[in-house]
């Protein structure tokens, strides 16, 4: 009794981890396409220019300018020598003196005026720093939330539905304790966040018959049965379980592995 409910929680952990890795490799991707950290470096930095009296919003967009364009002219991002947009590289953080230097080569300002805004970034710059490193964490935790809730919903993803088909069949239980099983053992070469492809996590979500299918959409979501809530609320838990992050269902699947080795009959018996 006792290693079935492991079984059933090992499997559910292992769901929740691929789920969780799917829902990493898309944010980190949109993050990258739509370059994120470089947006929220700018933002952060044109509010507090627009602290500073003398700064017009022609000066701070010429001082955003320079800030944007720190990286070498002719280094892409691809091997494609050619300036499309997303094949630039683009330089995401700021030292405080590339910032200082930056002031001190904007000439569109005074001599006087270049030293009380360097005075300024020397004094908020820590200030700044922080404001980044929050600003950024919250926005890539509100894009985890949405995309986990967009993948649970394309994928009809239920977490009371999970739990019952654990509980009820035993070679479903089986398969998905196999599979915490191999991304445990995976982690041991490569990182969680990065090393499963698209082909390993496609892989996997056939192997225990996860698939988009918009057909069923309609008497899944929006059918007027009771139901239908169920499936909205095992939706809405998901999309939260889920965007607790990977690192968090490795760590919780990596201690059930470790309780069942240790309760195994097999290894007491030795």
């Known amino acids: ?32 396409a739509l370059n994120l950290r470089l947006k929220n470096l700018k933002n952060v930095i044109e509010a507090f220019f627009h602290q500073v009296d003398f700064l017009s919003q022609d000066l701070v967009d010429s001082l955003l300018t320079k800030i944007d364009q720190r990286a070498p002219e002719h280094v892409y991002a691809t091997a494609l020598p050619v300036k499309l947009p997303g094949n630039t590289i683009k330089l995401t953080s700021i030292r405080q003196q590339e910032l200082v230097d930056i002031i001190h080569r904007a000439h569109e300002l005074s001599i006087e005026q270049r030293e009380q805004l360097a005075q300024k970034v020397h004094y908020h710059f820590d200030i700044l720093e922080e404001l980044m490193c ?11 939330i949405a995309t986990a809730f967009l993948i649970c919903f394309s994928f009809q993803l239920n977490c009371f539905s999970i739990l019952n ?15 915490g099983s191999e991304l445990i053992v995976q982690s041991d070469n490569e990182q969680l966040d990065n090393g499963q492809t698209n082909r390993d996590l496609t892989h996997h979500m056939q192997t225990l018959n996860f698939e988009i299918t918009p057909d ?15 499936h909205w609320l095992g939706v809405i838990f998901s999309s939260i379980l889920i965007s607790l992050g990977a690192p968090f269902w490795f760590n919780r699947l990596k201690d059930l592995i470790s309780l069942r080795d240790k309760l195994s009959p097999s290894k007491n018996n030795k």
């Open 216 to 230: 069923e959409w309609r008497d899944y979501y929006f059918s007027f049965e009771v139901s239908t809530f169920t």
């Open 134 to 144: 929050q600003r950024f964490k919250q926005w890539m935790h509100q894009i985890s």
């Open 165 to 179: 088909d654990l509980n009820e069949d035993s070679y479903y239980r089986a398969q998905a304790a196999n599979l």
């Open 1 to 32: 009794m006792l290693m079935d409910m492991l079984g059933i929680f090992i499997g559910f952990c292992a769901i929740m981890l691929l789920f969780s890795l799917l829902v990493t490799a898309v944010v980190h991707g949109a993050q990258a």
